[in-house]
């Protein structure tokens, strides 16, 4: 079965998560992405604890695993003339490049977007950066928690007040890598191509007339990909409310994030559960579902009230198994808060697919990982189509592809421009995340 992305063709120059991320999406659903890593140590996530046994020693990482199968990967030193040659001469082949660098790297090295458009002017350059690609914080450096603390988001997640216990929260999740900058580049990315390639045009059908093909521009175009940004988009709703009102929220004071008793995680005998009940139905379900109809009228009081008292007693008298089963008979938003084995083990995750197994050489049993969030009825990704690649593995493959003939190829092995799949000393873990 064909993939939706096939024939997009991707040079991913990005390190860590949010450009890998984002490729992900892209490879799963069919695009050939070709991993363009340096010939030092390439992808520092490549060398992250833990490891998977008997795999490739430069493929090994699971957390390198988890975000590059489906890809290839080429090593070129962008700092020596061949290697920035070679790049150019991927480029004319190519549909998409994606980078993670601060802004202004490949424009002082030479092969910026301009250039790149000299050789292939339909190319999509897509940059992600932590505070895009103009503006006054240009050049800073900056981690998912910095993106999130400067807009915004962190500073209003958690309870209310300050001193212990009332300090902003951090996600277990990385909402300005992955929401504000993977999924934001993979949109735009694909926006882009549209744009470039135009719309077929639709048949007629019963009681339509069609659609007439748009010709595209043929041309691509930059996405400049702010994780601070993507982060702030996040609170639409909730700058909706200040810009109408003026009123500033606080932490703990959002309707959603807090401030309501119906709407809140509640301890109860051996762990914690969910409650969600917004709408009035539901929250009218739980309160006679433990008889306690006098509460129906208590549901938008806040923390802290005699109300939220009494529905936190309410919890601790009943274990997570017995609330599971209160759930099912009484429709009223209510689900446990489970521990990561206990979801990954869960029924519900097992349905979606969303634990997969990839053959990976050498290992000594198929390696887990997550599976693919977009489900497509009728031509869905394909999460095992390639292992997760050895560092410059396809060197040779990438260069021959893009025209090089195998003494060309030979020549730049030689002079250093690029490299195969040789490993450089392990680093220390301690230093795979420097900014």
Known sequence: ???????????????LLPGGFCSLLLADFGADVLKVEDTGMGDYIRWSPPYIDGADDSAKSALFLSLNRNKRSIRLDLKHERGREA????????DVVLESFRPGVLERLGVGYERMREVNPGIVYCAISGYGQDGPKREASGHDM?????????????????????????????????????LMAAFGILAALRERDGVPARPTGSGSEGRPAREGSGEGQVVDVSMADGALSWLAMVAASYFADGTV???????????????????CADGWVTLGALEPKFWQAWCRGVGREEMIEKQFEA???????????????????QWEEFAREHDCCLELVLDLDEALDSELVHAREMVVEIDQPGAERPVRQLGIPVK????????ARLPGPALGEHTEQALREAGYSAEEVAELLACGAVMGPTHPAEPSAQATFRV
Request: net charge neutral; aromatic share 4%; hydrophobic share 35%.
């Open 146 to 182: 910095n993106y999130l603390g400067l807009v915004g988001l962190l500073g209003l997640t958690g309870e209310r007040g300050g001193g212990v216990g009332g300090g902003p929260i951090q996600s277990a999740g990385q909402i300005a890598d992955i929401g504000g900058g993977s």
């Open 303 to 321: 923390p802290g009230s005699e109300a939220h008292a009494q529905v936190q007693e309410i919890f601790k008298t009943r274990t997570r198994a």
């Open 1 to 15: 079965m064909s993939l939706p992305l096939e024939g997009i063709r991707v040079l991913d120059l990005s390190r």
């Open 249 to 267: 929220p606080h932490r703990g004071d959002l309707p959603l994030a807090g401030s309501l008793i119906c709407y809140r995680p509640y301890e």
């Open 87 to 94: 790049l150019l001469a991927l480029v004319r082949e190519y």
């Open 376 to 383: 497509l009825d009728r031509t869905p990704g394909g999460h």
